[in-house]
């Protein structure tokens, strides 16, 4: 039972260049997230996913897209890296209850020259 | 909008000394919150999760205390290891944000000294 899993666990880019991050899951959770942690702040939510066939905004989606592609896999993409994109990202999942505990992928570290 | 705070941002305590870990939130309307811990280079292990019904969860030498009232929740750690040296992370999962994500604190990055 591996969890959350994400790849790459390290990448360096060009800016402009694009590149999608992927998060897997095993738990059978319904829902899905993408945050970033960047020094000195708390994680911030990029997109989620609250069920398959689903995506939304959370507080900071501009200049990435992402895809729920089934119910294990939930990916991130950049399509025009800039600087300020530097940051560790975080994949998350639950079983979409409010109720109910997030879990962690082990974040991939971008960073964009 | 509902905002999260841990205070310190660093601290550093002798092996074998018995600590507390402040988080406070604005917005006492909220489902649960989480303490976390995140050791450097790697990603976020969920340590204990308390309910708005619920005032304390413990586990091992962890106690999570939470008073919504006051929007006020402490992680005390019993009899500290040099093991125990992480970033401590709490989030609060509001209930007025239908989005179901997070709220975030900034981590109290603790540093036990053998």
């Known amino acids: 039972n591996a969890g959350v899993t994400q790849t790459p666990k390290f990448q360096v880019l060009k800016t402009g260049q694009s590149m999608t991050l992927q998060c897997a899951q095993d738990?059978?959770?319904?829902?899905m997230y993408w945050y970033r942690q960047d020094p000195g702040m708390g994680l911030r939510l990029i997109y989620y996913s609250a069920s398959e066939g689903t995506t939304d905004k959370g507080e900071v989606p501009n200049g990435y897209n992402v895809s729920r592609l089934n119910k294990r896999e939930f990916s991130l993409r950049l399509e025009s890296a800039a600087p300020s994109q530097t940051s560790v990202y975080f994949c998350?999942?639950?079983?979409?209850?409010?109720?109910?505990?997030?879990?962690f992928g082990p974040g991939t570290r971008l960073t964009v020259l | 909008k509902q905002e999260v705070t841990q205070i310190p941002a660093a601290l550093s305590v002798p092996e074998g000394e018995n600590l507390v870990l402040n988080c406070s939130f604005t917005?006492?309307?909220?489902?649960?919150l989480q303490w976390f811990r995140q050791d450097p280079g790697k990603g976020l292990t969920s340590l204990l999760l308390?309910?708005?019904s619920q005032r304390e969860q413990t586990s091992g030498r962890l106690n999570a205390s939470l008073d919504k009232s006051s929007g006020r929740s402490t992680l005390y750690i019993a009899a500290s290891q040099p093991g125990d040296s992480a970033t401590y992370l709490c989030?609060?999962?509001?209930?007025?944000?239908?989005?179901?994500?997070?709220?975030w604190g900034a981590g109290t990055k603790l540093i036990i000294k053998p």
């Open positions: 989030a609060v999962r509001p209930q007025r944000d239908s989005n179901y994500q997070l709220i």
């Open positions: 308390i309910q708005s």
């Open positions: 998350a999942s639950s079983t979409g209850s409010a109720y109910n505990e997030q879990f």
């Open positions: 917005d006492s309307a909220i489902y649960n």
């Open positions: 738990m059978n959770h319904n829902s």
